[in-house]
């Protein structure tokens, strides 16, 4: 299995983006799926997570402003990202975790502008 994201880009402060990371091969019906994010100098920091059966959770820092959704169809993980801010700059890595497996993506980057 390997994990896809894409969806990063500039945007302004204010703005919005919307994350996409795509699973390729069998993941099976029981997994959770995850964003997290590193700025540079940074550790890497849970951002949200969505579980096969839509139970979602956020860090503090993003409630109000981030949806995670998933369509369990398409093996596709969202994040949509409102309200953004210059600190909210990182690259986003999703992570797809299963009772057999630990996969992370390889990261795309958001870039928020004051």
């Known amino acids: 299995v390997q994990l896809q994201a894409f969806g990063g880009g500039l945007v302004q402060s204010g703005g919005s983006l919307r994350l996409s990371c795509v699973a390729s091969?069998?993941?099976?019906?029981?997994?959770?799926m995850a964003w997290f994010r590193q700025a540079p100098g940074n550790q890497r920091e849970f951002v949200a997570l969505?579980?096969?059966?839509?139970?979602?959770n956020y860090a503090d820092f993003v409630k109000g402003r981030f949806t995670i959704s998933r369509d369990n169809a398409k093996n596709t993980m969202y994040l949509q990202m409102n309200n953004l801010k210059p600190e909210d700059t990182s690259v986003y890595y999703c992570?797809?975790?299963?009772?057999?497996?630990?996969?992370w993506g390889q990261g795309t980057l958001v870039t928020v502008s004051s």
């Open positions: 992570r797809l975790m299963t009772p057999r497996n630990d996969i």
């Open positions: 091969g069998s993941i099976g019906s029981i997994n959770t």
């Open positions: 969505i579980s096969s059966g839509g139970t979602s």
